[in-house]
């Protein structure tokens, strides 16, 4: 078997881009699937929907690892008889509330140019101890808490 290894490369100007998504839960899944369904959506018909990746309990040194890589990263796509290495390029910033502060984390869900809040829950954040705690004395499923200050937005 031969490999061939193909590069592919964000095909719009990164520069462009405006923290338009807010990705909490910046993990595998994240980066392997709804990014680049991102940037091949945004490679076909434009746009300039940046992603503010943030992780809340651990992963604060590889999201300042993402920030001195320019927020750039690879995926590797592999079958029988290529590899493509893709460089995503939809980040345009990263948050931790232990690196950066709640504060600024509320600032930038409240931000203006912010238009979809995602995320990805792990079988190791639904297992949490809180968070089973709360949907067991709540009677509720489990669940994120909405920050208590919404008026954030419309200040």
């Known amino acids: 078997m031969q490999e061939t290894i193909i590069r592919a490369n964000p095909e719009f100007d990164t520069a462009a881009l405006r923290p338009r998504i807010l990705h909490i839960g910046f993990g595998g899944f994240a980066r392997a699937h709804p990014l680049v369904y991102l940037q091949e959506g945004m490679n076909k018909a434009g746009g300039d929907f940046g992603v503010v ?6 992963g604060a ?9 320019g927020h750039t990263y690879l ?30 984390l509320l600032d930038l869900i409240a931000s203006e140019p912010m238009a979809v809040i995602s995320l990805t829950i792990t079988e190791k954040a639904i297992a949490s101890a809180t968070v089973i705690s709360i ?12 920050p208590k200050n919404q008026a954030r937005r419309s200040a």
Do not use: F, M, Y
Request: aromatic share 2%; charged share 25%.
């Open 53 to 58: 990746a943030v992780r809340l309990n651990s």
């Open 61 to 69: 040194e590889e999201l300042s690892a993402l920030d001195e890589a």
């Open 75 to 104: 995926i590797a796509e592999i079958d029988a008889e290529t590899v493509t290495a893709r460089q995503i390029g939809v980040v345009t910033g990263t948050c931790h509330p232990k690196r950066d502060g709640i504060d600024t």
């Open 135 to 146: 949907s067991k004395t709540r009677g509720l499923s489990p669940i994120w808490p909405i």
